[in-house]
Each structure stands twice: as C-alpha cells, then as structure tokens.
C-alpha cells in the first residue's frame, strides 16, 4: 500500500514538473503577436487622437465636428 502512495506521489510530481517546464517554452501565439503589434502601431505617429463619428466636437487633429475623440496613449 505505501509502495502504491509513493509511485502515485512521484507520478504526481514528475507530471508536474513537466508541465511547469513545457508551460515556460511555449511560444508566443499568433493572437498575443497580434496584440502586441496593434498596441505599437501607433507609437510615434503624428496623430495622437482618434476621431469618430460625427457631431458638434472639433476633433483637435483634423479640426472636423466628431462625435468624440480619444487621446491615444504614447510611451514617450
């Protein structure tokens, strides 16, 4: 009966180890690269605003009537 916990216990423990290790080689999906370069698209363009729809606010890059705008977020 020990001998059954202890081979149990071990399986337990290599099985764990092995999926901690391959949980830190997987690589990057396709989604997270997508994020990533969505997030950096705009880092450094001249336009820091996002303009849209259409209402009674002057958008501050076009100077067009918006609905709203956002100011876009820069690292610099």
Not at 5 to 14: C, D, K, L, R, S
Not at 44 to 72: D, F, H, M
């Amino acid at each position: 009966m020990k001998k059954n916990i202890m081979y149990a216990t071990a399986i337990i423990i290599v099985a764990t180890i092995l999926a901690i290790k391959a949980e830190r080689t997987k690589p990057m999906s396709d989604i997270v690269l997508a994020n990533v370069e969505a997030l950096a698209d705009n880092e450094g363009a001249e336009n820091q605003y996002y303009c849209y729809g259409t209402g009674s606010v002057r958008c501050p890059y076009s100077g067009k009537l918006v609905a709203g705008y956002i100011k876009r977020y820069n690292l610099k």
